[in-house]
């Protein structure tokens, strides 16, 4: 019998837990990946941690890690080929700082502009405007290299890609017609990537008492 792996509970199209996938895949990590249904979580992951969002990280020696950020950095810091906890330029703190205004302000704005219905009061242009004024900071740094913290891509670009592509989902053709060049492209450089195309492969959902999924296989 192969020796028990990690579990990650995830669900393909939540950017967290792409983010996770991301740097799992990154780190070459072997992981059991079970698919979960936000609408009808399995109780083992609720056991693990009960307060039911995804991605849940379940390491061989039982501990818990349930945030996504915490789930790049447990991967990476066992193996780490393309050094995304260390920055090319900068510092891994502004890193971390551009990647909480991303879970911060910016992800707020994205809610309420993808989802207005899901608020009382909410003007969806002003908070479409509202990421847009920082996804114009995002490509204005990105005009000067090509990846967020220089020449070659890091953890910041891997934890805030997904939810620019929520945004850019939400109306493609509005985004498209944005003065962006440098943020477009280097979106479409991660979308197009064959690491993106992996970690966004469709899986069955998991159903408790079988194997999951080998990942990142
Ligand atoms: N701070 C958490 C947020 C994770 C999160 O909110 N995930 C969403 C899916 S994108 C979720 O599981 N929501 C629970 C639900 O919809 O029932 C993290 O970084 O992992």
């Known amino acids: 019998m192969s020796p028990p792996l990690p579990v990650l509970y995830s669900f393909r199209r939540c950017p967290y837990a792409m983010r996770a996938r991301l740097a799992i895949a990154a780190s070459g990590q072997p992981c059991e990946l079970r698919e979960v249904v936000l609408r009808n979580k399995p109780a083992e992951m609720l056991q693990a941690s009960p307060k039911g969002t995804v991605p849940v990280l379940v390491d061989t020696y039982g501990s818990i890690v349930d945030q996504s950020l915490d789930i790049m950095q447990w991967a990476l810091r066992r193996n780490d080929p393309a050094q995304w906890l260390c920055p090319e330029r900068e510092t891994a703190d502004a890193m971390f700082a551009l990647i909480a205004e991303n879970d911060g302000a910016f992800k707020r704005h994205l809610d309420r502009y993808k989802y207005p219905d899901r608020y009382e009061g909410i003007d969806a242009m002003a908070e479409r405007e509202g990421g847009a004024t920082w ?13 967020l913290f220089g020449s070659r891509p890091c953890l910041a670009d891997m934890a805030i890609a997904p939810f ?3 945004f850019a989902h939400t109306d493609a053709a509005w985004f498209a017609e944005q003065d962006w060049p440098a943020l477009q492209a280097w979106l479409a450089r991660i979308l197009d990537s064959d690491a993106f195309a992996h970690v966004m492969q469709k899986w069955t959902p998991w159903a408790s008492g079988t194997e999951g999924i080998a990942f990142p296989g």
């Open 164 to 166: 620019v592509r929520q």
């Open 135 to 147: 996804l114009r900071g995002l490509d204005a740094r990105l005009r000067a290299h090509p990846w």
